[in-house]
């Protein structure tokens, strides 16, 4: 094939002719061109047979060409299941068709399809349990048929991540409707962020005509797009799907490897309609394809769709697709209109002066072929769904077929929006939108063009009234529409395979029986028989399905409903959602001083903090100098990211005293305590100090990554307690450092003289405020790391000259500053615990000898209740300290605790000290192996035991002399 063979230009919208592309299709080499699809591809190479069904393994072509069924499923190498008319072709590509046996073209299961008579809906509910046992003879025969595609076991996923995205509008869909909605609202002045799914801009425009002259599509369209594409406030996500609706606007988009989670003040959903199928015998025939379709072919790829064409209508869009396919060069045998007469008289006289025969009140009773559509058989329609005797065969190798059109209604009823049909005319409504959700275009039932556009700009002016942007909002006048559905395009025949659900090989048949075993139910009917459970989502048998379910009982299609929406509307990998998150990147005030410094830089929660200063390669020995300068002169750590909370008014203390197990009410000014917190079950979730400033003022640490879900809890508790107290988040607004070391109080006083740091004055667990360098500073003693130390928070926008005023005044004293790894190791030394760290989902205070902190006088505090109850029951772990001697193998986090054969427990850290010249470490291990001295089996790398000992924590300083100097 070669790029002559191909309609002429101006048709081909999206494809290079100058850029051909070589690729394979089942073994065979095929040349498309840059911007085909694969199917499109394949079809100007005349390959009509892309994929089998997936029950009777029945020859299958494209059918929207828009991604909207599974008929196009073909297999990449790395990849199952792709929509080859949504598949970007690309060079050297190798494709091949799936769920066949032997080829494509002679598929040996094919035979199944004869079979069909043994195989009615929901056999294999009553077919497979009987007689006892016959499961498991019947289970390997079913899992080697089930499935389509073959996955690669040594695919090596590729990079995915997400993206946050805020706009004043978001609006859902680029076709007329949506640029024009897009335009008005961009016009106004608010920020608008436009998603379309396919890989250009203009919707129906691209591809559709509009008038007999078939010019104004076009030339709308490059107006539209000129404005669109050149405006300031229009931001424009081409092949993007929004996949769901979520309250308060919530839209998942996807666009090629990354998932924006796009918030939006107004919403408007301009998604369109599903062109419908007609349901008559051997439907799902290669050849049978919507007049959509065809239309996408002719201008969006310039393929010619076939050499001979029938066409099946319920609508006038037919007509003037006949014409389309007539300036293709396409015979067109016949065009076959379901109604007796079109709605716009003069289509018939323009097809009649070009030679195409039409057939009113008549239908395609059958497609015959048996891999690709050869002739149509041409009937009457006597009464609804029934056909004269009389037959007409027309020989052809396209039938482009439309019974109307559904509106995409799945974004609005996931937002609970209602959809409603009317038998009588056979047109659909929507209501009982959100606040905030508009919709406009044929979504909302609009399909003349003019109306199309004014639906756009109307929505626009309601979501601008909301945003503020505009003072009213004036609807104008429509012009009346024609009816677009034909009300019963179902036409069963005696031999069945009048297909209404393509994914799923579901006959009329299927449907009918469903409801003969007492299925009345429209969401029943689809869990019994799998109607509109495949790919398709139901896009083309949801409506034909609720007709057959509504008639066979005796109701309306309104009353009976279509099956429920739900997210995703098209189908996500895995990937999308386990894909790289959005990342949050802080950074302290103090953070070019580090990077000065040589600091190695680690991530903290959302924070990157110093893990030590120095050299990768030299990671342990830069610990280990850090930790002896700590315990030997004084060093000094950025402790910004430590959580702080602000928890001021007259029921401060009550607040904190239910919040935590210790006991606040009588804490005294001037002292700090330590806090820890459980949840309603009991496990330790949080711990940090909480230092009382004044009466009704109390500042609490938390944990660099907790603080958020803490800040969190206490809003929750207090909106149901109702306290009379304000807590505010003033993690970022602080910048801190923690001064530790023998001479820390002697550089301190260098730089603070209004506060007294004698030891008299100032003891270990006070808290006082004053100045830090002329800055003002809270300040409180406490002893983390096991020595003397002070931490000193100040307002963030001081933090780089705190740093410089302790670094300079320290040089007289050798200070050294020292990271978040060290930190680690010295207060592993004193055996603190880490929350998240040294605990899990599952820890009681109980488990590690935590009870100390609990005020069991206390009434009530969260998880007092669920921490009697573990305490009455006998321990199952318990986190002990450990040590093994310098020189062994030294366990790693999450190594394996053992007794006898079996697991007791895990290590939680370990590190080499050599402070104490020995390896040490915490690890959880059953409660009779918890006795200081005992030896304790754990499991390293390469599967060796070595045997730790038990030691009584802490392992430096067990008196707390050196904190409390």
């Not at 297999?75 to 929509?83: A, G, K, R």
């Not at 879900?709 to 009379?724: E, F």
């Not at 003033?730 to 023998?742: D, F, Q, Y």
Request: contains cysteine.
């Amino acid at each position: 094939m070669s790029a002559q063979d191909r309609l002429p230009a101006p048709l081909g919208l999206l494809i290079d002719r100058n850029a051909p592309l070589t690729f394979q299709f089942d073994g065979k080499p095929l040349q498309g061109l840059a911007g085909d699809s694969i199917a499109s591809a394949l079809l100007a190479n005349g390959r009509w047979l892309l994929s089998r069904s997936f029950k009777y393994h029945r020859p299958r072509g494209p059918l929207s060409m828009a991604g909207q069924d599974a008929n196009t499923l073909v297999q990449l190498p790395d990849e199952p299941n792709v929509l080859a008319d949504m598949q970007p072709l690309a060079a050297g590509q190798t494709v091949t068709g799936q769920n066949y046996a032997g080829s494509l073209d002679k598929d040996r299961d094919a035979v199944l399809g004869h079979f069909s008579t043994f195989m009615p809906v929901g056999f294999y509910y009553r077919s497979f349990f009987k007689p006892k046992g016959m499961w498991k003879i019947w289970e390997p025969l079913i899992r080697k048929k089930a499935g389509l595609g073959v996955l690669d076991l040594n695919f090596q996923p590729q990079y995915h991540d997400k993206a946050f995205l805020f706009t004043d509008l978001a609006v859902i869909g680029a076709g007329p409707a949506g640029l024009s909605a897009a335009l008005a609202a961009a016009n106004a002045g608010a920020k608008v962020l436009l998603i379309e799914q396919q890989p250009y801009l203009g919707g129906a425009l691209a591809w559709a005509r509009f008038d007999i002259e078939g010019q104004r599509g076009g030339q709308l369209r490059e107006e539209l797009l000129a404005a669109v594409e050149s405006h300031a406030n229009i931001r424009i996500l081409k092949d993007a799907t929004c996949n769901a609706w979520f309250t308060d606007h919530y839209l998942p988009v996807i666009q090629g490897n990354r998932l924006y989670k796009v918030r939006a003040r107004q919403c408007i959903v301009a998604a369109g309609a599903f062109d419908q199928p007609v349901v008559f015998r051997n439907n799902d025939l290669p050849g049978v394809m919507l007049t959509s379709a065809a239309q996408r072919l002719i201008k969006l790829y310039a393929v010619k769709p076939g050499q001979r064409a029938v066409l099946l209508t319920g609508n006038d869009d037919g007509y003037l697709a006949a014409l389309d396919l007539h300036e293709a060069g396409v015979e067109v045998a016949a065009l076959v209109d379901m109604r007796s007469q079109p709605i716009e008289g003069r289509l018939v006289t323009a097809l009649q002066t070009r030679g195409i025969t039409c057939h009113s009140a008549s239908t395609v009773y059958e497609a015959l072929g048996e891999r690709h559509l050869q002739a149509v058989d041409i009937r009457r329609i006597s009464a609804e769904g029934e056909v004269a005797p009389h037959s007409t065969r027309i020989d052809c190798d396209l039938l482009c077929m439309s019974a109307g059109y559904m509106p995409v209604y799945q974004l609005l009823c996931q937002a609970g929006g209602k959809l409603a049909y009317d038998d009588a005319s056979a047109a659909f409504t929507l209501s009982g939108l959100p606040a905030g959700l508009q919709v406009a275009g044929s979504v909302s039932g609009r399909h003349q063009l003019d109306n199309v556009l004014r639906d756009g700009s109307d929505a626009a002016s309601r979501a601008l009234l909301a945003l503020g942007l505009a003072s009213s909002s004036e609807a104008g006048d429509y012009l009346a529409e024609a009816p677009v559905n034909f009300p019963w395009p179902i036409f069963a025949h005696p031999k069945g395979k009048e297909f209404v659900d393509f994914d799923e090989d579901l006959q009329v048949r299927d449907i009918l029986n469903a409801t003969r075993h007492g299925y009345r139910d429209v969401q029943l009917v689809k869990r019994f028989s799998t109607v509109g459970m495949g790919p398709s989502q139901g896009r083309h048998s949801a409506l034909p399905t609720a007709r057959l379910v509504a008639k066979a009982t005796g109701r309306s299609v309104s009353e009976t409903g279509v099956t429920t929406a739900r997210p995703p509307f098209v189908a996500e990998k895995l990937a999308h959602i386990a894909g790289r998150g959005f990342d949050p990147y802080r950074q302290t005030a103090m953070h070019q001083r580090h990077l000065e410094l040589g600091a190695k830089m680690m991530p903290a929660g959302a924070w990157q903090r110093p893990a030590y200063y120095g050299k990768p390669e030299k990671r342990d020995a830069c610990m280990q100098a850090e930790t002896r300068h700590v315990r030997e002169k004084v060093g000094m750590i950025d402790v910004s990211t430590l959580g702080g909370l602000d928890v001021r008014g007259p029921d401060a203390a009550e607040l904190l005293n239910r919040l935590y197990t210790f006991a606040f009410s009588k804490q005294p000014v001037g002292r700090s305590r330590y806090a820890l917190m459980t949840n309603e079950h009991g496990v330790v979730i949080d711990d940090g100090v909480c230092a009382r400033f004044a009466d009704r003022h109390f500042y609490v640490t938390a944990t660099t990554s907790g603080v958020d879900r803490i800040y969190q809890q206490m809003l929750k508790w207090n909106a149901q307690w109702r306290l009379d107290v304000d807590i505010t988040n003033i993690t970022a607004a602080l910048a801190a450092v923690n001064l530790a070391g023998p001479d820390s109080r002697q550089v301190l006083a260098t730089l603070c003289s209004d506060v007294d740091l004698s030891a008299e004055g100032f003891p270990y667990l006070g808290v006082r405020q004053g100045k830090v360098a002329g800055i003002p500073a809270r300040l409180l003693r406490v002893g983390f790391v096991g020595e003397l130390g002070y931490e000193i928070h100040v307002p963030a926008r001081y933090g780089e000259a705190l740093w410089d005023a302790l670094m300079e005044a320290g040089k007289a004293f050798d200070i050294r500053p020292f990271g978040v790894e060290t930190q680690r190791l010295l207060r592993l030394e004193k055996g603190h615990v880490i929350i998240s760290q040294d605990t899990d989902g599952m820890t009681s205070p109980a488990e590690i000898d935590m009870n100390w902190a609990i005020a069991r006088s206390k009434p009530f505090f969260i998880g007092k209740r669920s921490v009697e109850i573990l305490e009455a029951q006998p321990l199952l772990r318990k986190l002990v300290g450990f040590s093994l001697p310098s020189g062994s193998a030294q366990p790693l986090e999450g190594h394996l605790v053992l007794k006898g054969p079996d697991i007791s427990g895990n290590v939680t850290s370990c590190e080499y000290s050599q402070t104490l010249g020995q390896i040490i470490g915490l690890a959880y291990c059953a409660p009779d192996q918890a006795t200081p001295g005992q030896s304790l089996p754990i499991r390293v790398e390469g599967g060796a035991v070595v045997q730790a000992t038990v030691v009584k924590l802490p392992f430096y300083d067990p008196d707390n002399q050196r904190q409390e100097l």
